[in-house]
C-alpha cells in the first residue's frame, strides 16, 4: 500500500511540473530559459506558485514571454494585479470566455499595449468599462460601448503638448492629453479590460513621408482584425484609410504593423525609439492595402466615386507651371471629419502627378492647409459627378 501512494504521488507530481498544477508542460522549457539569468528568478517562480490553479497558464505566458527588462524590474504586485483582473474578465464575459486560448493570452492578457510605462490600469478600467458593457451582447457591440465611451470616461483629447509620445494610461488621464500613440493605448487597454482582444498598431511614415500614425485594432468573432480610433467613426474607415491603402509591405518605414507580446520574429517601429526592436510586431500591411483596394473599386463599380486632386503654388501669379509647385501637408474633411490627407506634389515631379483622393460624388468637402505665415488655410469645395482639380497657395 505504502509503495503505491509512493507511485500515486510520484505520477501527481510529475502531472503538476516543475512549476506547479495548471501550467502545461510545454511552458516549462520556455520559463526555464526566461528565468535562467534573471536576478529575481525564485520571485517569479514563487509568484508563479501563488497565482491560483485556474489562473497560472496565464501568469506563466506573460513570465516566458515579457521583455527581460520587464522581467528583471517590473513591480511584482503589478504583474499579479494583472492577471487576476485579466481572468476575471474571461470568467465574467461571454465574449471572452468564446475567445481561443492563444487570442486572450496574447491579445487580452498583456500588461502593456507597446512600450510605455507599466501602469496599474486594469482595475480602473475593469470597473469603469465594465459598466459601460454591461448590456452587451456579443463581443462587436462591447466594442462599439468601449470606443464610444472612452474620451468622455477618461477625458483624455489629443494634444501635441503632451509630455511625450509614448504615455502610459495615468501619464495621459494626468495631463488629460495624449498624441495619438498615447490615444491608441488608452483604447488598446480599455477594450482588454473588458475581456476583449486589441492591440496596438501603426506606420512609422505614410507613403509621402507626411507624418507617422497609431490607432487601434479589434478581433471580431470571425477572426478578422478591424481598424479603429480613439475616437470612434466605425470599423475600417478612419480618415487615414487611402493613406494606409499605399502601404509597403515589409518596409518598417513605410509599412504598417501590429504589436505583438509574443514573439514574432519581426519588431515593430517605434518613431519615438527609432533604434529599439524591443516590441514585436506583425506586418498587416497587406490587409490595408486589399481593403483599400476593394473599397475604391466597389466605388467605381457603383459610380458613386470620383477623383478630387489638389495642386498647391507658390501664389496665384505663380500656377502654371511645374516648378511653380511646392510641397505642403494638406488635409480633406466632409462634414467635419478628416477624410483624407496628403503631401502635394514639388516643382521636379510630372504634372500629371497629383495628390488625389477618391470621394464620393455629390458632396461638400473642405481642404486644410498652412500658409507659408503659418496661418490655417480651409478651402471648400462641391464635388458633384465630374473630377474636380483645386488649387491651393502658400502665399
Not at 527581460?68 to 470566455?97: P, S
Not at 481561443?100 to 480602473?124: I, Q, T
Not at 507617422?212 to 475600417?236: A, I, K, L, Q
Request: glycine share 8%; proline share 4%; aromatic share 10%.
Amino acid at each position: 500500500m505504502k509503495r503505491l501512494l509512493i507511485v500515486l504521488f510520484a505520477a501527481a507530481m510529475a502531472a503538476c511540473g516543475r512549476y506547479g498544477a495548471g501550467v502545461p508542460a510545454a511552458y516549462e522549457p520556455l520559463l526555464d530559459a526566461a528565468l535562467a539569468e534573471c536576478p529575481r528568478a525564485d520571485s517569479l517562480r514563487a509568484l508563479l506558485r501563488a497565482t491560483p490553479r485556474a489562473d497560472r497558464e496565464a501568469m506563466a505566458y506573460l513570465i516566458a514571454w515579457m521583455p527581460a527588462g520587464d522581467r528583471d524590474t517590473m513591480r511584482l504586485d503589478l504583474l499579479r494585479e494583472n492577471v487576476e483582473y485579466a481572468c476575471r474578465a474571461r470568467r465574467e464575459f461571454a465574449w471572452c470566455r468564446e475567445l481561443p486560448d492563444s487570442v486572450f493570452l496574447n491579445d487580452v492578457l498583456p500588461y502593456a499595449a507597446v512600450d510605455e510605462v507599466r501602469d496599474s490600469w486594469r482595475p480602473d478600467f475593469y470597473e469603469r468599462f465594465g459598466r459601460r458593457v454591461a448590456g452587451c451582447a456579443d463581443l462587436r457591440s462591447a466594442a462599439e460601448a468601449v470606443n464610444a465611451c472612452v474620451r468622455d470616461e477618461v477625458g483624455v483629447d489629443y494634444n501635441t503638448a503632451r509630455e511625450k509620445t509614448n504615455q502610459s494610461p495615468s501619464e495621459s488621464i494626468r495631463q488629460s492629453m495624449a498624441s495619438c500613440t498615447g490615444l491608441s493605448v488608452l483604447l488598446v487597454d480599455a477594450l482588454r479590460a473588458v475581456g476583449i482582444p486589441a492591440r496596438f498598431a501603426g506606420t512609422a511614415a505614410w507613403h509621402d513621408n507626411r507624418g507617422n500614425h497609431s490607432w487601434t485594432e479589434v478581433r471580431f468573432p470571425d477572426g478578422e482584425w478591424r481598424f479603429t480610433e480613439y475616437y470612434y467613426v466605425g470599423w475600417d474607415c478612419a480618415w487615414f484609410f487611402a493613406d494606409a491603402g499605399k502601404a509597403t509591405a515589409g518596409d518598417h518605414l513605410h509599412g504598417i504593423y501590429a504589436v505583438s507580446f509574443r514573439p514574432t520574429g519581426d519588431w515593430f517601429p517605434m518613431v519615438w525609439s527609432e533604434r529599439s526592436r524591443a516590441v514585436h510586431g506583425v506586418d498587416v500591411s497587406e490587409r490595408y492595402i486589399d481593403l483599400y483596394a476593394a473599397h475604391a473599386a466597389a466605388l467605381a463599380a457603383e459610380g458613386a466615386g470620383v477623383k478630387l486632386s489638389f495642386d498647391m503654388f507658390r501664389d496665384a501669379a505663380h500656377a502654371t507651371e511645374s516648378a511653380d509647385r511646392v510641397e505642403a501637408n494638406v488635409d480633406l474633411f466632409c462634414d467635419g471629419e478628416q477624410v483624407g490627407g496628403g503631401r502635394t506634389a514639388g516643382p521636379l515631379q510630372d504634372m500629371n502627378d497629383r495628390l488625389s483622393f477618391l470621394v464620393e460624388k455629390n458632396r461638400t468637402y473642405t481642404f486644410r492647409y498652412e500658409n507659408a505665415r503659418g496661418e490655417a488655410i480651409e478651402m471648400q469645395v462641391e464635388v458633384g459627378e465630374e473630377p474636380v482639380t483645386v488649387k491651393g497657395y502658400l502665399e
